[in-house]
C-alpha cells in the first residue's frame, strides 16, 4: 500500500517559492465549480475557504491530507487482482455507510475466473484469459468499483461515486467525488489526462 508521500509526491502542489497569486481565471472557475459539487463538503467553513483560495491561485485541487480517508482511499491493483477485493471493500465499506450503501461482500469460489458478489451482484473481477492478455491490475481495481457506482446511484443519497487515478497501480488511488467535479477538472484544461480522476464505469 502506498505511503501519503510517495502518492502525493506525484502531484503539483506549491512550494514555498511559489508565486502564491499565479492562477488564472480558469483555476478561478475551476475552484467554484469544485466547491459547488461539494469536494470540500466534509472540511470545516474555514479549511473549505482556504482550499477554495488555494486551488484558485494555481494549487492542484486534490489536497490528499484533507481527503485522506474520508473521501480519498488507497487501493493496490495488484492486490486487488490477487484476491484483496474482498478485503479491500470491507476497509472501504464504513465511508459508503455516510451515503446509504452497506456493503456486504463474498468471494465466490470458481475453478476458472475471480468472482465476487457484492450486495448480491455477481462481478467478475478477472476472467481465466486476461491473467495473458489484460490489463489486469487495472481491470481488478475498476470492475468492483464499478458496482460500487451502481449501489450508489440506487441508494440516491449522495452525487459521489467512485473515480480512480494511477489506475490498477501499487499507488492508485480512490476518490468519491461528484463526477461533475472531476469533469471541471478536465474542461478546465489545467491538467493531463492521468492527473484527472477517472469514472469507474466499468466495461
Known amino acids: 500500500m502506498a505511503s501519503d508521500d510517495?502518492?502525493?509526491g506525484r502531484f503539483r502542489f506549491r512550494g514555498a517559492d511559489d508565486d502564491p497569486w499565479r492562477g488564472d481565471e480558469r483555476h478561478r472557475a475551476m475552484a467554484e465549480a469544485l466547491d459547488r459539487y461539494g469536494l470540500w463538503?466534509?472540511?470545516?467553513?474555514e479549511l473549505r475557504e482556504s482550499e477554495r483560495t488555494e486551488v484558485a491561485t494555481g494549487c492542484y485541487p486534490l489536497n490528499f491530507?484533507?481527503?485522506h480517508e474520508r473521501t480519498e482511499f488507497f487501493?493496490?491493483?495488484e492486490e486487488m487482482a490477487e484476491g484483496g477485493v474482498d478485503r479491500f471493500l470491507r476497509e472501504l465499506a464504513p465511508a459508503l455507510v455516510r451515503y446509504g450503501v452497506v456493503l456486504e461482500v463474498e468471494t465466490v469460489r470458481d475453478a476458472d475466473d475471480y468472482t465476487v458478489l457484492i450486495n448480491g451482484i455477481r462481478c467478475v473481477v478477472l476472467r481465466s484469459e486476461e491473467w495473458e492478455d489484460?490489463?489486469?491490475?487495472a481491470l481488478a481495481t475498476v470492475r468492483p468499483l464499478a458496482v460500487v457506482n451502481r449501489l450508489l446511484a440506487a441508494a440516491g443519497r449522495s452525487t459521489l461515486r467512485a473515480h480512480t487515478l494511477c489506475t490498477g497501480g501499487n499507488e492508485g488511488i480512490l476518490l468519491l467525488m461528484d463526477p461533475r467535479a472531476a469533469e471541471a477538472m478536465r474542461a478546465s484544461g489545467l491538467f493531463p489526462e492521468h492527473e484527472v480522476p477517472a469514472l469507474a464505469g466499468g466495461e
Open 6 to 8: 510517495e502518492a502525493v
Open 134 to 137: 489484460g490489463d489486469t491490475w
Open 65 to 67: 491530507e484533507l481527503l
Open 41 to 45: 463538503d466534509h472540511l470545516s467553513a
Open 75 to 77: 487501493v493496490d491493483g
